[in-house]
């Protein structure tokens, strides 16, 4: 795809697609938002978990310049930047030589005629680089993960707010108590997700922008597992919560 981006001329990127589908949704509603009603010079993206490393990728993507004024990143955005990095465009390729591999396809013309529940099914079945060391861990979460394409993401994002090259948004961010707990390389037993925020939003404030919105959830579930939980603002950011399974009262 890259030969194939090269060959156009056009510097249009060549990875990350799922990324550049989000962004084709927020390009659609910025040109289509005042048909409803609303103002396309303030547009507001929103994620969570994953969907909150989404967001941080297009608050960091130098192709977004203007594109939206604000983001809200619930349970996730501390993670994206600090506990994961991105990988390189050459890891991406090889990880795509695997799945070829699998496949039984030699060629790009080849892999797109796979059906799409094939393809799927094949990338979930396989399993992480040997020399990734993270047998063991879910192997989607090791293998597709985001690239520096050098076109929509350009560094890893930690290294772009520090430089202050995020887009000039406002964002508000936060997370539930006590999600993903992580041990520390001294035994300690952490919240990541808290952690994470903390360390985003330091280094936000540190490049120049106007100080985040953070917020903790620490609402108690009914129920099994009882306690704040990974997911569990979903149901009263949306007000949700007269279909939720947990037996909550009054």
């Not at 005042?34 to 960091?60: R, Y």
């Not at 399993?127 to 989607?140: N, T």
């Not at 520096?148 to 997370?175: C, S």
């Not at 120049?208 to 919105?213: E, F, S, V």
């Amino acid at each position: 795809m890259r030969e194939e981006a090269e060959a156009r001329h056009d510097d249009e990127p060549y990875a990350n697609f799922g990324f550049l589908d989000q962004r084709a949704g927020i390009r659609w509603v910025v040109k289509n938002i005042a048909a409803f009603g609303g103002d396309p010079e303030n547009i507001t993206i929103f994620g969570q978990s994953a969907g909150a490393g989404s967001v941080l990728a297009q608050i960091c993507s130098p192709l977004n310049r203007g594109l939206f004024q604000r983001a809200i990143m619930q349970s996730g955005a501390g993670l994206g930047m600090f506990n994961r990095h991105q990988q390189s465009l050459e890891d991406g390729h090889r990880t795509a030589e695997r799945l070829f591999e699998a496949l039984g396809v030699s060629s790009l013309d080849e892999a797109r005629q796979v059906p799409a529940a094939e393809l799927l099914a094949a990338a979930e079945a396989l399993p992480v680089p040997p020399e990734s060391g993270r047998e063991g861990d879910w192997s989607m979460m090791v293998n597709w993960v985001p690239c520096v394409d050098g076109r929509f993401i350009t560094d890893q994002y930690a290294r772009t707010i520090a430089r202050g090259e995020q887009n000039e948004v406002e964002i508000l961010l936060g997370n539930t108590t006590g999600e993903f707990m992580e041990t520390d390389a001294d035994g300690t037993l952490l919240p990541a997700g808290e952690v994470g925020n903390l360390k985003l939003i330091a280094e936000w404030i540190r490049s120049g922008r106007k100080a985040p919105y953070y917020y903790r959830f620490d609402v108690a579930m009914p129920g099994d597992d009882a306690g704040a939980f990974h997911s569990s603002e979903l149901w009263f950011s949306f007000g949700t919560l007269a279909t939720c399974w947990r037996p909550f009262v009054g």
